[in-house]
T-cell receptor, first 110, second 115 residues
Framework: KQEVTQIPAALSVPEGENLVLNCSFT??????LQWFRQDPGKGLTSLLL?????REQTSGRLNASLDKSSGRSTLYIAASQPGDSATYLC?????????FGKGTMLLVSP | SAVISQKPSRDICQRGTSLTIQCQVD?????MFWYRQQPGQSLTLIAT?????????ESGFVIDKFPISRPNLTFSTLTVSNMSPEDSSIYLC????????????FGAGTRLSVL
């Protein structure tokens, strides 16, 4: 059974810092990995999707990497801003559905 | 990307009653999913709803408790039946867009509290 772990569970940083969120999964047989953002009381916003054949994806200040063989992904956020404060969820797709981690709650203070 | 509307956005219900949650998508999609997010937990898949066939339920979820309808390619409902306080969660609808390399998009969710 696929299990997804996200470390740290919570992170607090001052504005402007670069930061890394970690995601690990137990079964490397995945089709893709997706990073989401969840704001309080709201649904999920898709940030980046990495296909199993890819090593990384970039969107603006966000960069996600994937090392399928070791079962790891990282989400790098450059020059963090207070608006980045949210819970970040990692999800892997072993079949037709997603398996989620519990998320990293990020707080960026001004 | 697909735009998903969920209704209601939140509700407070009494024990023993049922609530039906609606999910409307602005484009035709083959696969729709229903997730539950219990307080402090991550998302757990309840079932996959494909148009024209019975929903496929994950382990631990049954049709009598969570009946699902999928009458067409843009709409689905999830009913939470005979509710108890343990059903207090956020329920989220999701769709997959194959054209966008199998990206999943989510609605804003329904925050349910059962007293």
């Amino acid at each position: 059974k696929q299990e997804v772990t996200q470390i740290p569970a919570a992170l607090s940083v001052p504005e402007g810092e670069n930061l890394v969120l970690n995601c690990s999964f137990t079964d490397s047989a995945i089709y893709n990995l997706q990073w989401f953002r969840q704001d309080p009381g709201k649904g999920l916003t898709s940030l980046l999707l990495i296909q199993s054949s890819q090593r990384e994806q970039t969107s603006g200040r966000l960069n996600a990497s994937l090392d399928k063989s070791s079962g790891r992904s990282t989400l790098y956020i450059a020059a963090s801003q207070p608006g980045d404060s949210a819970t970040y969820l990692c999800a892997v797709r072993p079949g037709s559905t997603l398996t989620f981690g519990k998320g990293t709650m990020l707080l960026v203070s001004p | 990307s697909a735009v998903i509307s969920q209704k209601p956005s939140r509700d407070i219900c009494q024990r023993g009653t049922s609530l039906t949650i609606q999910c409307q998508v602005d484009s035709q999609v083959t696969m729709m999913f229903w997730y539950r997010q219990q307080p402090g937990q991550s998302l757990t898949l309840i079932a996959t709803a494909n148009q024209g066939s019975e929903a496929t339920y994950e382990s631990g979820f049954v049709i009598d408790k969570f009946p699902i309808s999928r009458p067409n390619l843009t709409f689905s409902t999830l009913t939470v039946s005979n509710m108890s306080p343990e059903d207090s969660s956020i329920y989220l609808c999701s769709v997959e867009e194959g054209r966008a390399k199998n990206i999943q998009y989510f609605g804003a969710g329904t925050r349910l509290s059962v007293l």
